[in-house]
């Protein structure tokens, strides 16, 4: 059964590092998502990503943050200047166009900023 | 704004019993409502979705009703097995082009033998 991978699964970075959490999505996927979870938190929404650009992004998602396809299977997060509090789970998910409705993630990214 | 309340955990119960996780919802509009499940050391996985009002979500043995009236998606499965040992997310995603799905805090269930 096809699913969402995502690399790495754990990544320890220092504070003010740029980090890149890549996801490969479900192959005739056209929708990408990226959330997160700190823990002990809710998971929540980072950004939506359709057509080659953003389609939502909420307001967490702000400068620091950036999305790109760069090529026809990779979906990556990238983060510029990492801070303590980035520290969560980050999760990839994609869904077909519509009318699908169903997301399906990958296993998760633990990004561990000190 | 939309949001997804959950019953807090952990829960505990023995095998073969009987499981009840609340959930209610506050959104404008029609929302989809589903049930995730993240088994320890995996992602999120879709256990089960419903997509209009009286709708029955159903899979490996758990079920969930949308009730509008009462605005909650609570799950429920009759005789839980170890194996259902794991983290259960309430999520809603509200209509139109907006894709993006709320999340409740998550109920971490622990079934003993």
Same mark, same amino acid.
């Given at each position: ?18 980090? /890149? ?32 650009? /953003? ?60 | ?14 095998? =073969?019993?009987?499981?009840?996780? +609340? ?18 050391? =995996? ?8 997509? @209009? ?15 509008? =009236? ?5 799950? =429920? @499965? ?33 079934? +003993?033998?």
């Amino acid at each position: 059964e096809p699913e969402v991978t995502q690399t790495p699964s754990h990544q320890v970075t220092q504070m003010g590092q740029e980090v /890149i959490l890549r996801c490969v999505p479900i192959s005739n996927h056209l929708y990408f998502y990226w959330y997160r979870q700190i823990l002990g938190q809710k998971v929540e929404f980072l950004v939506s990503f359709y057509n080659n650009e /953003i389609s939502e992004k909420s307001e967490i998602f702000d400068d620091q943050f950036s999305v790109e396809r760069p090529d026809g299977s990779n979906f990556t997060l990238k983060i510029r200047s990492t801070k303590l509090e980035d520290s969560a789970m980050y999760f990839c998910a994609s869904s077909e166009a519509p009318p699908g409705l169903t997301q399906y993630f990958g296993p998760g990214t633990r990004l561990t900023v000190l | 704004g939309d949001s997804v309340t959950q019953m807090e955990g952990p829960v505990t119960l023995s095998e =073969e019993a009987f499981l009840t996780i +609340n959930c209610t919802y506050t959104a404008t509009g029609y929302p989809s409502l589903f049930w995730y499940v993240q088994y320890p050391g =995996e992602g999120l996985q879709l256990l089960l979705k419903a997509t @209009k009002a009286d709708d029955k979500g159903s899979n490996k043995g758990f079920e969930a009703t949308y009730r509008k =009236e009462t605005t909650s998606f609570h799950l =429920e @499965k009759g005789s839980v097995q170890v194996s259902d040992s794991a983290v259960y997310f309430c999520a809603l995603r509200n209509a139109g082009n907006n894709r993006k799905l709320i999340w409740g805090l998550g109920t971490s269930l622990a079934v +003993n033998p």
